[in-house]
């Protein structure tokens, strides 16, 4: 079997400023989702990734993640704005 990824278009989507700004916001939360998930199923933070152990980097204050983490996070957010979009949704800022 091969796999091949059709996520919907998103590439004509354009986020406002307001939308924008949000981002970051989302990109936090996702990381705090991430890690609740983790610390319950008993991982707990270690200097590198140890499946095994169940020890991960990445489970540290938003804050403190590396900026390649952040990035992670801030492209699942853009991404899951647009798709609201995509599909007709609406997005409004505070």
């Not at 004509?12 to 307001?18: A, M, Y």
């Amino acid at each position: 079997m091969t796999y091949q990824p059709a996520p919907i278009d998103t590439s004509r989507v354009e986020l406002s400023e307001g939308t924008r700004k949000l981002v970051e916001q989302l990109a936090k939360n996702n990381h705090e989702v991430w890690s609740r998930q983790r610390i319950s199923e008993g991982w707990r933070f270690g200097p590198n990734r140890d499946d095994a152990k169940k020890e991960h980097p990445c489970l540290v204050p938003y804050e403190d993640l590396p900026e390649s983490e952040k990035e992670y996070d801030r492209v699942t957010a853009v991404e899951v704005l647009k798709t609201i979009l995509a599909l007709g949704g609406r997005v409004e800022a505070p």
